[in-house]
């Protein structure tokens, strides 16, 4: 490593305000400003996207129409015909973390996925919609799913307890699963790239020296695009399986 040069691989992840500050004390930062970018690609792609309402689609509609019946589909296959009163939400979350996720992989751009604030927050608001549904459809009975039927009542204790951290882990799991994936990946381009920089200094060795870094950020690029898309699809069939539970109670 030449002297004088250091690597930030986490000062990417910092926030600073893009539009100054908001009322008192709130600041409108870079990961606000890439929420209302990717909400509003979003109302765009299904506006624009599906005005046409072509028998022969174009693309613009033909993606629209793709993403909402992949996750339309994924609805009804992992919660049953109930599913389709939580498409929405759903789809929703899914175009939520993808742009999210997708946007974060250009230059100069912000991954707010990457931060665990963001994440754990849509991760609790599953898990609250998931028990709101459970309670709405079950009532007190939804309590006995820490319970499973069958089970030795001498167990009951420790069958309970288990059970609730279970449960009570759900949006910790799905919190940092996202935040960590993303994570990792920025911080491995961004250790490459310092690479392939510092290299460039040392002459026509450097040059040769620093393709290695390239092809392996080139390659993690491809690799990170399958990430950003799997990791929104199980964020979402996660989501599915939870309210699959609340609805059927097992």
Avoid at 147 to 159: D, E, H, K, Q, Y
Avoid at 214 to 236: D, K, S, T
Wanted: glycine share 8%.
């Amino acid at each position: 490593m030449a002297a004088g040069h250091t690597i930030d691989a986490l000062g990417q992840f910092e926030l600073h305000s893009v539009l100054g500050p908001v009322g008192a004390s709130v600041g409108f930062s870079e990961s606000t400003f890439m929420m209302v970018v990717s909400s509003a690609l979003t109302l765009i792609l299904l506006g624009v996207g599906m005005s046409a309402k072509a028998v022969v689609p174009g693309r613009l509609q033909a993606l629209a129409e793709m993403l909402y019946d992949f996750v339309y589909k994924m609805c009804i296959e992992q919660i049953g015909e109930e599913g389709k009163k939580f498409f929405p939400f759903i789809f929703t979350l899914f175009m939520f973390i993808l742009l999210g996720n997708l946007l974060g992989l250009l230059p100069f751009s912000f991954t707010y996925t990457s931060h665990i604030a963001v994440t754990f927050s849509l991760a609790a608001l599953v898990i609250v919609l998931v028990t709101a549904v459970a309670l709405a459809i079950h009532g007190w009975h939804f309590f006995s799913y820490f319970f499973p039927a069958g089970a030795p009542i001498a167990l009951s204790p420790l069958i309970v307890t288990v059970e609730i951290i279970s449960y009570l882990s759900r949006p910790v799991s799905l919190s940092i699963r996202l935040f960590a994936n993303m994570v990792a990946g920025h911080v491995m381009f961004e250790v490459f790239a310092s690479f392939i920089v510092m290299m460039a200094g040392a002459g026509v060795v450097g040059y040769l020296g620093g393709i290695g870094p390239l092809a392996l950020n080139v390659i993690l690029m491809g690799f990170e695009l399958l990430v950003a898309c799997l990791q929104a699809y199980v964020f979402a069939v996660l989501t599915c399986i939870y309210l699959h539970d609340a609805v059927h109670l097992h």
